[in-house]
């Protein structure tokens, strides 16, 4: 358990140059507001194309609705701003994350009650 554990912390300080920008603007966008944040959603490839992605999608921006508090996400993938824009989503940045070179654009949807 402890070999795991510090494998696990050296990942985390060698990640950490990677994502930082992208907490640091998090933070800067949100400023100390309450907000759920998307980290990663996704489908099967096997059931890709048939609404799931959607309705987990709906799900989330319907709490977001009831509780009152805005839904934050970051995508590596251009086409998926396409859709969040759809979705009601804004797009705040577009940064490029170091060491690796892949771009992120940083987006929120305020609830609308």
């Given at each position: 358990?402890?070999?795991?554990?510090?494998?696990?912390?050296?990942?985390?300080?060698?990640?950490?140059?990677?994502?930082?920008?992208?907490?640091?603007?998090?933070?800067?966008?949100?400023?100390?507001?309450?907000?759920?944040?998307?980290?990663?959603?996704?489908?099967?490839s096997?059931f890709?194309?048939?609404?799931?992605?959607?309705?987990l999608?709906?799900?989330?921006i319907e709490e977001?609705e009831?509780?009152?508090?805005?839904?934050y996400?970051e995508?590596?993938t251009?086409r998926?701003?396409?859709?969040?824009?759809?979705?009601?989503?804004?797009l705040?940045?577009?940064?490029?994350l170091?060491?690796i070179?892949?771009?992120?654009?940083?987006?929120?949807r305020e609830?609308?009650t």
């Amino acid at each position: 358990m402890k070999m795991g554990m510090r494998m696990g912390a050296k990942l985390v300080r060698k990640m950490k140059p990677v994502f930082e920008p992208l907490e640091a603007d998090r933070r800067a966008n949100m400023k100390g507001r309450s907000y759920i944040y998307l980290v990663i959603i996704g489908v099967s490839s096997q059931f890709q194309g048939q609404g799931f992605g959607g309705k987990l999608l709906e799900a989330l921006i319907e709490e977001s609705e009831q509780v009152g508090i805005p839904v934050y996400l970051e995508t590596s993938t251009e086409r998926n701003v396409r859709m969040y824009k759809g979705l009601g989503f804004r797009l705040l940045n577009q940064i490029t994350l170091p060491v690796i070179d892949v771009p992120q654009w940083e987006m929120v949807r305020e609830p609308r009650t």
